[in-house]
T-cell receptor, first 113, second 118 residues
Framework: ETGVTQSPTHLIKTRGQQVTLRCSSQSGHNTVSWYQQALGQGPQFIFQ???????GRGNFPPRFSGLQFPNYSSELNVNALELDDSALYLC????????????FGPGTRLTVL | AQTVTQSQPEMSVQEAETVTLSCTYD???????LFWYKQPPSRQMILVIR??????QNATENRFSVNFQKAAKSFSLKISDSQLGDAAMYFC???????????????FGTGTRLQVTL
């Protein structure tokens, strides 16, 4: 167990809708990253938050946004869902000063119809 | 841009035998971290082993060890005494040593599916 939890486990949405995915990290894990893992692929970096501010972003459009809260929880929001957004979404957290090691949650499987 | 390549989509090993998974990467950085993650059907990405590029000694964790060849940009994972519970997708990942912004992101390969047979 990594101590990182994600909810919901599975989610089905239709094209054009909006979705919010949640992640809860361990105390002291003030860096959280979100990844998108399409079927049969490795995870792709979406963005990273450190102390409630976005401090890095991958090649994803602005309709992917996030929030990080003081209680070590975070959210990934996706607006105007597209079919290609169907994927496993993983969050990963790391301790202050130990960004070299990221601990992953079990992921949320999003299906867009 | 950094890239990570895993050229073996699937591998199979008999229980108690040894298997080696391959990974190559491309980077212009001199200091970085390399990782092997295991992703079983439960989907949770579990850290298996990590290697710091400035360390010449190959990392080991119980039955798992790596062969890190910095000049060749190669980072293979050896699993000894394979067990049924080792069956999973294995991902090789790279991360620069800098701690800021996108520099701390992980870049993953496409994975190798390991089957363990009796």
């Amino acid at each position: 167990e990594t101590g990182v939890t994600q909810s919901p486990t599975h989610l089905i949405k239709t094209r054009g809708q909006q979705v919010t995915l949640r992640c809860s990290s361990q105390s002291g894990h003030n860096t959280v990253s979100w990844y998108q893992q399409a079927l049969g692929q490795g995870p792709q970096f979406i963005f990273q938050y450190y102390r409630e501010e976005e401090n890095g972003r991958g090649n994803f459009p602005p309709r992917f946004s996030g929030l990080q809260f003081p209680n070590y929880s975070s959210e990934l929001n996706v607006n105007a869902l597209e079919l290609d957004d169907s994927a496993l979404y993983l969050c990963a957290s790391s301790l202050e000063g130990r960004k070299d090691t990221q601990y992953f949650g079990p992921g949320t499987r999003l299906t867009v119809l | 841009a950094q890239t990570v390549t895993q050229s073996q989509p699937e591998m199979s090993v008999q229980e108690a035998e040894t298997v080696t998974l391959s990974c190559t990467y491309d980077t212009s950085e001199s200091d970085y971290y390399l990782f092997w993650y295991k992703q079983p059907p439960s989907r949770q990405m579990i850290l298996v082993i990590r290697q710091e590029a400035y360390k010449q000694q190959n990392a080991t964790e119980n039955r798992f060890s790596v062969n890190f060849q910095k000049a060749a940009k190669s980072f293979s994972l050896k699993i000894s005494d394979s067990q049924l519970g080792d069956a999973a997708m294995y991902f090789c990942a790279y991360r620069p040593s800098s701690n800021t912004g996108t520099a701390s992101k992980l870049t993953f390969g496409t994975g190798t599916r390991l089957q363990v047979t009796l």
